[in-house]
């Protein structure tokens, strides 16, 4: 059976990692890909970099990440659909999947959203996380279904405020960067897009989980409505 793709995109600190997790507490047999895994190393000669925030590495831009390599491992993946369940990213011949995050402590206290998955524990379903999955075509196609998570520029640089990255922010980075550019992408490969279920990451976590696990729920019956009809028969 081929694998269910999900695509999970959106403004940085918006909850792409958070939904990716809590949508394999739902589906814990599948596998996940988080983008950010591939950003080139700091001292990647072909970082674009920004001399009026001394010389701080733009990793908002395409350029940052090796995408041949994401590709290339998403297409290893997709190449070798599995003969039965993955349980937490690894196969039956015991292969784990590329930069596979179990992600499972993650939100362990938060109430389940009681939505029986069982029925599908056969469908292979793989997660793609990242912030810039949308502007490639080749990979947007793979999709069967995209969410992209957005919010408000105040609520944004407060969340961003509370993390801590390597390296850190420089002062500006945010109003010269991230921002911009985020504002770029939307408009050149979210707005008006069809096939993007664009969702607010300001609404409450619960709400947000169980309207995706519904949506992924009814593009899989479509998807793979001969082989679960069957599958229920045999029962």
Not at 169 to 184: M, R, T
Request: aromatic share 12%.
């Amino acid at each position: 059976m081929s694998y269910f793709v999900i695509g999970m995109s959106g403004v940085t600190c918006g909850g792409k990692t958070t939904m990716s997790k809590l949508i394999q507490r739902s589906f814990p047999w599948c596998r996940v890909i988080h983008q950010d895994m591939y950003f080139y190393p700091k001292d990647y000669p072909g970082h674009v970099r920004l001399p009026e925030i001394n010389d701080h590495i733009n990793f908002d831009n395409p350029a940052a990440l090796n995408m041949d390599k994401m590709y290339e491992d998403v297409e290893k993946i997709l190449r070798t659909p599995p003969q039965g369940k993955e349980i937490n990213g690894v196969a039956r011949n015991g292969e784990i999947a590329p930069n596979f995050a179990e992600g499972l402590e993650l939100l362990r206290n938060l109430a389940d959203i009681n939505i029986d998955t069982s029925k599908y524990s056969n469908i292979p379903i793989l997660i793609i996380e990242g912030f810039t999955m949308f502007e490639y075509d080749d990979l947007y196609d793979k999709f069967d279904i995209r969410f992209f998570l957005t919010l408000d520029e105040e609520t944004c640089r407060h969340r961003r405020s509370l993390r801590v990255f390597d390296p850190p922010d420089g002062e500006g980075y945010f109003d010269h960067c991230i921002w911009p550019e985020y504002q770029k992408h939307y408009k050149h490969f979210i707005e008006d897009r069809a096939g993007i279920q664009v969702l607010s990451g300001k609404t409450q976590i619960s709400s947000l989980w169980k309207e995706s696990v519904e949506h992924i729920i009814q593009k899989m019956e479509e998807k793979f409505a001969y082989k679960l009809n069957k599958a229920k028969e045999n029962l």
